[in-house]
C-alpha cells in the first residue's frame, strides 16, 4: 500500500495511488508544495513487509526525513510533512493517521503564512529547491541514506551531529547559491538586499557571491554596487 495526499487548506485531501512507496520521489513531495498545497502524507507498507521486495520503504524514508531537513532550512514548517507505515487492511488505522495528520495541519496553517514567508519568498525558495532536485537524489543515494532496520535509527541518525555536518557541506551552501540565483533573475541586488531576503547573514550572502562569481555564474557591478546574473 502506498500512497500520497496531498491536503489543502480548505481540509479537502487527494490521494494520488501508486503502486509501492519506493516510487514516490523528492520531485512528488516539493511539486506538492509548489502547487500550494498546506501538507504532504505518505503511507507505505511496515518496514520489513514489503509487497514487492524491493524495500521501497526503507528508500522514501529516507527521502522523508531529508526532505523534512530541506524544510526546515527554508523556513517551511517539517510537519507539513509526514511519512506513516501500515498494512492495507488497517483501515481503521489509516482514518486516525489522517485525521491526526488533518489536525496538525490545521494547526500548521496555511503554507507559508504561518511561518512568516511572504508568497514571493516562499516561491523562490521552492523554486531553488526545485532546480537542485537531480543533485539531492545523487548525494541521499551516494552520502546521506542511512542503512538501518528501525524507523528510531533513522530517525536518529538524521537528527545526530554528522548527518547535520554532511547537510551543512553537501546541500546547505549549494541550496543558497540556487536560492540567489532564483533571486537575481528578477533584478541586481546588494548584498545586504540578499540578506534580507533569505535570512542568511551578510558575511554568509557574501561567501556565497563570491564562489558564485568564481564560477562565472555571478558579476559585481561597480557603478550599481549590486550583484547581477553573469
Request: glycine letters at 8%; a neutral charge; charged letters at 25%.
Given at each position: 500500500?502506498?500512497?500520497?495526499?496531498?491536503?489543502?487548506?480548505?481540509?479537502e485531501?487527494?490521494?494520488?495511488r501508486?503502486?509501492?512507496?519506493?516510487?514516490?520521489?523528492?520531485?512528488?513531495?516539493?511539486?506538492?508544495?509548489?502547487n500550494?498545497?498546506?501538507?504532504?502524507?505518505?503511507?507505505?507498507c511496515?518496514?520489513?513487509?514489503?509487497?514487492?521486495?524491493?524495500?521501497?520503504?526503507?528508500?522514501?524514508?529516507n527521502?522523508?526525513?531529508?526532505?523534512?531537513?530541506?524544510?526546515?532550512?527554508?523556513?517551511?514548517?517539517?510537519?507539513?510533512l509526514?511519512?506513516?507505515?501500515?498494512?492495507s487492511?488497517?483501515?481503521?488505522?489509516?482514518?486516525?493517521?489522517?485525521?491526526?495528520?488533518?489536525?496538525?495541519v490545521?494547526?500548521?496553517?496555511?503554507?507559508?503564512?504561518?511561518?512568516?514567508?511572504?508568497?514571493?519568498t516562499?516561491?523562490?525558495?521552492l523554486?531553488?529547491?526545485?532546480?537542485?532536485?537531480?543533485?539531492?537524489?545523487?548525494?541521499?543515494?551516494?552520502?546521506?541514506?542511512?542503512?538501518?532496520?528501525?524507523?528510531?535509527?533513522?530517525?536518529?541518525?538524521?537528527?545526530?551531529?554528522?548527518?547535520?555536518?554532511?547537510?551543512?557541506?553537501?546541500?546547505?551552501?549549494?541550496?543558497?547559491?540556487?536560492?540567489?540565483?532564483?533571486?537575481?533573475?528578477?533584478?541586481?541586488?546588494?548584498?545586504?538586499?540578499?540578506?534580507?531576503?533569505?535570512?542568511?547573514?551578510?558575511?554568509?550572502?557574501?561567501?556565497?557571491?563570491?564562489?558564485?562569481?568564481?564560477?562565472?555564474?555571478?558579476?559585481?557591478?561597480?557603478?550599481?554596487?549590486?550583484?547581477?546574473?553573469?
Open positions: 500500500m502506498a500512497g500520497v495526499s496531498r491536503l489543502q487548506y480548505t481540509t485531501i487527494r490521494l494520488i501508486v503502486m509501492c512507496s519506493g516510487r514516490v520521489d523528492l520531485a512528488h513531495l516539493f511539486r506538492a508544495f509548489s500550494g498545497m498546506d501538507g504532504v502524507l505518505i503511507g507505505g511496515r518496514l520489513k513487509e514489503c509487497n514487492y521486495i524491493t524495500h521501497g520503504n526503507y528508500h522514501v524514508l527521502l522523508v526525513l531529508l526532505s523534512r531537513r530541506i524544510m526546515k532550512y527554508i523556513g517551511l514548517n517539517p510537519d507539513r509526514r511519512i506513516e507505515f501500515m498494512s487492511g488497517e483501515g481503521n488505522l489509516f482514518a486516525k493517521v489522517v485525521d491526526d495528520f488533518v489536525a496538525t490545521r494547526e500548521a496553517g496555511p503554507l507559508g503564512i504561518s511561518e512568516g514567508l511572504n508568497p514571493e516562499l516561491r523562490l525558495n523554486k531553488a529547491v526545485y532546480k537542485l532536485i537531480p543533485y539531492f537524489r545523487l548525494v541521499e543515494s551516494e552520502r546521506l541514506r542511512g542503512h538501518f532496520e528501525t524507523r528510531e535509527q533513522f530517525e536518529a541518525f538524521y537528527a545526530g551531529e554528522e548527518f547535520e555536518r554532511l547537510f551543512k557541506e553537501l546541500i546547505a551552501d549549494k541550496l543558497a547559491i540556487s536560492q540567489i540565483i532564483a533571486l537575481l533573475q528578477k533584478k541586481p541586488l546588494s548584498t545586504g538586499e540578499i540578506s534580507e531576503v533569505l535570512g542568511l547573514s551578510p558575511s554568509d550572502i557574501s561567501k556565497h557571491l563570491n564562489n558564485s562569481a568564481r564560477q562565472g555564474l555571478v558579476r559585481y557591478e561597480e557603478e550599481e554596487k549590486r550583484f547581477a546574473l553573469a
